[in-house]
T-cell receptor, first 114, second 110 residues
């Protein structure tokens, strides 16, 4: 059974803290994604990675960075958390290569920044 | 550019039908549909690759009209388990990524 796991389901941080969200997939997928989900806005792509150490900005990368040192792990970093980064964060993975494939999502991390 | 979904929300009684639309101002080469139940991760339903092709998942089917740059999701004889938010996603040419619509919330009541 395919799996994408995220390090925390709920997280509360203070403004200005550095925050790490971890995502691990066990499907040997090349592509990994970080989305942010807010009511009425759908799923917005923050960053994605198509290979180890490779990354591409998504639609809303400001205030975020990512790290992919191993194929199975993709980390989202909030360098200095702000209240407007309070949101649900979803990680996903998919096969790579030409074409766009089915994405498998993790359960999400609900981050609250106070 | 984010695809536009309509309606934003639908309320149904069990057994009723619904249609959810997804349209884009740009040329579409494929459309992906996902469903997210409350408190859960989004789950893939289907990909539509060809113009006019229909696909199915349970009693959920979809069509894709390239000329109209639109896809429609048809939920027939809805069940309580169909409740959730439905998202369409459209690929960005040259990239292995999707742009998702804002979602359509579907609530099915007994």
């Amino acid at each position: 059974d395919v799996k994408v796991t995220q390090s925390s389901r709920y997280l509360v941080k203070r403004t200005g803290e550095k925050v790490f969200l971890e995502c691990v997939q066990d499907m040997d997928h090349e592509n990994m994604f970080w989305y942010r989900q807010d009511p009425g806005l759908g799923l917005r792509l923050i960053y994605f990675s198509y290979d180890v150490k490779m990354k591409e900005k998504g639609d809303i990368p400001e205030g975020y960075s990512v790290s992919r040192e191993k194929k199975e792990r993709f980390s989202l970093i909030l360098e200095s958390a702000s209240t407007n980064q309070t949101s649900m964060y979803l990680c996903a993975s998919s096969l790579g290569g030409r074409g766009v494939y089915e994405q498998y999502f993790g359960p999400g991390t609900r981050l609250t920044v106070t | 550019q984010q695809p536009v979904q309509s309606p934003q929300a639908v309320i149904l009684r069990e057994g009723e039908d619904a249609v959810i639309n997804c349209s884009s101002s740009k040329a579409l080469y494929s459309v992906h549909w996902y469903r997210q139940k409350h408190g859960e991760a989004p789950v893939f339903l289907m990909i539509l690759l060809k113009g006019g092709e229909q696909k199915g998942h349970e009693k959920i089917s979809a069509s894709f009209n390239e000329k109209k740059q639109q896809s429609s999701l048809y939920l027939t004889a809805s069940q309580l388990s169909y409740s959730g938010t439905y998202f369409c996603g459209t690929p960005v040419p040259g990239y292995n990524k999707l742009i998702f619509g804002a979602g359509t919330r579907l609530a099915v009541h007994p």
